[in-house]
């Protein structure tokens, strides 16, 4: 298992920059696989980009050549460029600790708007 800590959301016009980030403590296991999702008001939560040992990351299409992925000691990093409304969600980070348990941050508010 693994305590997930979000931060970074905020308010942001069109086309701004925000970076968000999870802090990963209490580790158990082995991180398999994890990564970024995010829920917007009446809709189902969705990838936005996640990673599996020895793959390559999957960055859903929406998000492709915007978003990136990175790592730096215990903090996993979504680097979000060109942001638009419909980028408005709560975005939660994932890790998936051996043998399979699955772990959730609280999730940190995104809205960009005019």
């Known amino acids: 298992q693994v305590q997930l800590v979000e931060s970074g959301g905020g308010l942001v016009q069109p086309g701004g920059t925000l970076r968000l980030s999870c802090e990963t403590s209490?580790?158990?296991?082995?991180?398999?696989?994890g990564g970024w999702y995010r829920q917007a008001p009446g809709k189902q939560r969705e990838l936005v980009a996640t990673f599996r040992t020895g793959r390559p990351i999957n960055y859903a299409d929406s998000v492709k050549g915007r978003f990136a992925i990175s790592r730096d000691k215990n903090i996993v990093y979504l680097q979000m460029n060109n942001l638009k409304p419909e980028d408005t969600a709560v975005y939660y980070c994932?890790?998936?600790?051996?043998?399979?348990?699955?772990?959730w941050g609280q999730g940190t508010q995104v809205t960009v708007s005019s």
């Open positions: 994932r890790a998936d600790v051996f043998p399979g348990i699955i772990n």
């Open positions: 209490r580790v158990t296991g082995r991180i398999d696989a």
